[in-house]
């Protein structure tokens, strides 16, 4: 009685297996039904006795389950079943030191689980005709897989390597929709797993558990950190939707202790004919390169908030004609770089610059090579000057131009540009002699006619002709 429910069990899931075959096929040409799926998997008590030689058991007329297997002991067709007539087989706890799978015997299986055992590696590669749709190869710290081990499976659809300890992903066929898990594989890197994403249309299990190491070949953090799947994913999406024809890469890692790491993005739109700035950035922009443009303005700036993370701006070879309305945005108080060469800046306020780069505790650079301003004395007393003491902060200040005079300013001689100014300081001069040269004639003049008054009891001209004033009567 026992045996037969165990049979009918056993049928059962095999029957489940077989419907679930049907419905991946068909939903592969609509779409897609959900992460359902299993392998066909017998349990602990379908497995023989231990004190059976044989360590296989058909539990249906299809289906077969191994347990507590080695190199030796595997052999699948000595319970009396017929290897062509398996199609789903479970072999549970197998102990090898590697596992060849070049090897006819796999050809007409339809779901293959190899789980709860140990496997060092997996070697050779299933054979170009292999019908396998669902592989199992959970729960064995497998450490990996070689090279082409699983590409000949065209008809895969549903791969778990959870529970493992793979840091690459083995590759696998690239095109359609294939359930992976890789959940709990500790040593998992984030670069393979970019790189499986961009082959098939995956669909993750146990999404919440799969996490990977950041590699160090991005530019991030060299310590090794995991980062959630969900964030591996957005940023696979974003690359693939980055708006305006720029390209977007993660660019590093972002840690805040007591939250999830974000990936910070770099927006690359640099060349592409623009002529103003992208209205919105992705979330988490940190570096944007709109170098190469047609750009004029940076008004957008001031108020989108999307551009609040920004930290470098690359704006070379543009239009740009002020940065004035960069004031009092939230880029400009933390911003790390602002690359502003060969553009059509026609005067630099110093005093914001001055601002920022004395209050920040960020070591700020700004690159204006390249511009031309307009230059007048002022540019030659006070500007030279505010360079000269910015250099640090503006590694090209050798290289800014005017563009009225065929100079560098740091050319630029105060001497001869402030001259005219010079010429109406000589005329005040000239204005302050005359006036004085006039008191001492006045004085002269009023000394001379008081002497001939005092001697001769007249006045002189012009006095004499004066009316009397009430006053005269003090004289007298
Ligand atoms: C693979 O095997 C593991 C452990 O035996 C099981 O928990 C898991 O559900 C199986 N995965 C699939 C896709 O059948
Ligand atoms: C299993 O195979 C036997 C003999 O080949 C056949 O009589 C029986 O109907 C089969 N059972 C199922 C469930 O297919
Ligand atoms: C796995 O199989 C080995 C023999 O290959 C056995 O010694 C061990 O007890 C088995 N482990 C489990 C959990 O059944
Ligand atoms: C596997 O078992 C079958 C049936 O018991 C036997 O005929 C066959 O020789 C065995 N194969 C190996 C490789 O031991
Ligand atoms: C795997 O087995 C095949 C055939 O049995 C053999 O040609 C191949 O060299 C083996 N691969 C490894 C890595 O052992
Ligand atoms: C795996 O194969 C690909 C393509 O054939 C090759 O580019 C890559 O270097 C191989 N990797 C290893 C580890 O052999
Ligand atoms: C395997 O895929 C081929 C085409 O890629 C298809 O014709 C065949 O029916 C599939 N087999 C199974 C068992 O799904
Ligand atoms: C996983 O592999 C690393 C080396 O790659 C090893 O140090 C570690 O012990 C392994 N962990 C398990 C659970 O096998
Ligand atoms: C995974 O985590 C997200 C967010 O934490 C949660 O909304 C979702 O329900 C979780 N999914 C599963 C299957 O636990
Ligand atoms: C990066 O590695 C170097 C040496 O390998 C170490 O000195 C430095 O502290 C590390 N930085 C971080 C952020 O872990
Ligand atoms: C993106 O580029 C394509 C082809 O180069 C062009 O047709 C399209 O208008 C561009 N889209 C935007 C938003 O610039
Ligand atoms: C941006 O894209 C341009 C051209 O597409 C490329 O030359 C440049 O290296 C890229 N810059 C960055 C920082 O990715």
């Known amino acids: 009685m026992k045996l037969f429910n165990f049979i009918l069990h056993c ?11 049907e ?64 199609l ?26 190899i789980t709860d055992g140990y496997i060092g590696e997996v070697a050779g590669e ?20 070689a090279n082409r081990s699983l590409v000949n499976l065209f008809n895969l659809s549903v791969l778990d390597l959870s529970h493992n300890n793979l840091s690459v992903i083995p590759r696998f066929k690239k095109d359609g929709i294939v359930s992976l898990d890789v959940s709990d594989n500790e040593q998992l890197l984030c670069d393979p797993l970019f790189e499986a994403l961009k082959g098939t249309e995956l669909h993750f299990m146990n999404e919440n558990d799969t996490s990977c190491l950041s590699p160090r070949t991005f530019h991030w953090f060299n310590t090794t950190e995991l980062v959630p799947l969900r964030e591996v994913i957005s940023v696979h999406e974003l690359r693939n939707e980055c708006s305006f024809n720029c390209s977007c890469e993660p660019y590093r890692l972002d840690i805040v202790i007591g939250k999830p790491p974000t990936i910070s993005v770099l927006v690359n739109c640099s060349g592409l004919q623009l002529m103003s700035l ?7 922009t940190i570096v944007l390169n709109i170098s190469n443009n047609n750009i004029s303005s940076l008004d957008a700036m001031n108020d989108e908030p999307s551009y609040q993370h ?36 026609k005067s630099l306020p110093t005093y914001i610059l001055s601002n920022v780069f004395d209050r920040n505790n960020n070591f700020q650079h700004v690159n204006l090579g390249l511009n031309k301003l307009q230059c007048d004395c002022n540019t030659a007393k006070v500007l ?50 005359a006036e004085v040269l006039l008191l001492v004639f006045l004085i002269a003049k009023v000394s001379y006619d008081y002497w001939v008054f005092k001697t001769a009891g007249y006045l002189p001209w012009p006095a004499s002709q ?7 009567w003090l004289c007298e």
């Open 11 to 21: 049928g059962f899931v095999s029957l489940c297996w077989c419907r679930l075959n």
């Open 23 to 86: 419905e991946v096929t068909v939903a592969s040409a609509n779409e897609w039904i959900g992460p359902q799926t299993q392998c066909f998997h017998g349990s602990q008590e379908n497995c023989p006795p231990l004190s059976d030689p044989c360590r296989c058991k058909k539990v249906s007329n299809n289906s077969v389950v191994c347990c507590n297997v080695d190199k030796d002991s595997l052999n699948i067709t000595c319970g009396n079943s017929k290897m062509d007539t398996i």
């Open 88 to 113: 789903n087989l479970h072999i549970r706890n197998a102990t090898l030191d590697v596992l060849n799978i070049t090897s006819a015997t796999w050809r007409q299986l339809i779901s293959l689980a």
């Open 126 to 145: 299933f054979g170009k005709l292999t019908k396998i749709s669902c592989l199992n190869f959970s729960s064995n710290s497998i450490t990996k897989f």
């Open 278 to 284: 992208p209205p919105v950035l992705p979330p988490n």
């Open 310 to 345: 920004l930290r470098q701006l690359y704006a070379d070879n543009n239009e740009i004609t002020s940065i004035l309305p960069l004031e009092g945005t939230n880029f400009f108080t933390n911003f790390v770089v602002l690359s502003l060469r060969n553009n059509k800046l």
């Open 384 to 433: 030279k000057e505010w360079l000269l003491a910015k250099q640090k902060h503006i590694p090209d200040y050798e290289e800014i131009y005017c563009d009225n005079i065929k100079s560098r300013v740091l050319d630029l001689d105060p001497s001869k540009l402030c001259q005219s100014q010079q010429d109406w300081t000589d005329y005040i001069y000239y204005i302050i002699i």
């Open 466 to 472: 004066m009316p009397k004033l009430p006053c005269d």
